[in-house]
């Protein structure tokens, strides 16, 4: 008796004592970008597609909510959704993607915003995607990010793709 209550009072003080969600105050931005994927890539290695200068709107999201830029405290990605406007896309074919914040001075340094892994063989009609919790403020020039997309296909890509990403960012406040 004495072990079923030290037991039921150990889970519930890690009930009380548990992770807590992120309380920080923060804005939501969702954007939409367009990209084309061609048809015949191999599954042998990533295939990576690169859209520059994406406009963020960020100084008029801060300036709706009458904040400057002093007053964030980082960037970083919220959701994000792939699918295709025309259809007939078959995402099982893509084993995982990635999508990344891309400096605009160093090509190299860059940060995934969000990912998924393990795509399910089952035909899908879009991707929900993970967020990669990155913080990417440093990647902002000019209210402008690049923006770089990594695929890696299960098999030979036999149609061309064209795909939309609805996506949004979150600016945590100071």
């Known amino acids: 008796m004495k072990r079923t209550v030290f037991i039921l009072l150990l889970g519930w003080l890690f009930a ?10 923060y804005i939501e931005r969702k954007l939409n970008l367009s990209f084309n994927v061609p048809a015949g890539l191999n599954n042998i290695e990533s295939h990576y597609f690169r859209i520059d200068d994406v406009y963020l709107f960020l ?13 964030i405290d980082e960037i970083s990605g919220g959701s994000a959704r792939l699918f295709s406007r025309l259809g007939g896309v078959d995402f099982s074919d893509i084993e995982r993607i990635s999508i990344f914040a891309v400096s605009q001075t160093d090509k190299n340094n860059r940060k995934e915003m969000f990912y998924l892994e393990e795509i399910p063989l089952r035909n ?9 919790l990155a913080d990417f403020s440093e990647f902002i020039e000019d209210n402008r990010l ?6 890696q296909f299960r098999r030979f890509s036999t149609l061309s793709m064209q ?3 609805d996506f ?3 600016i945590f406040k100071k």
């Not at 899908?124 to 990669?132: A, F, I, R, S």
Request: a negative charge.
């Open 16 to 25: 009380l004592t548990g992770c807590t969600g992120d309380d920080r105050e």
């Open 59 to 71: 100084d008029e999201t801060l300036e709706i909510n009458k904040l400057d830029t002093s007053s």
């Open 124 to 132: 899908l009609d879009e991707l929900k995607l993970l967020n990669g």
């Open 146 to 151: 690049d923006i770089e997309v990594r695929i």
């Open 163 to 165: 795909l939309d990403l």
């Open 168 to 170: 949004s960012y979150l």
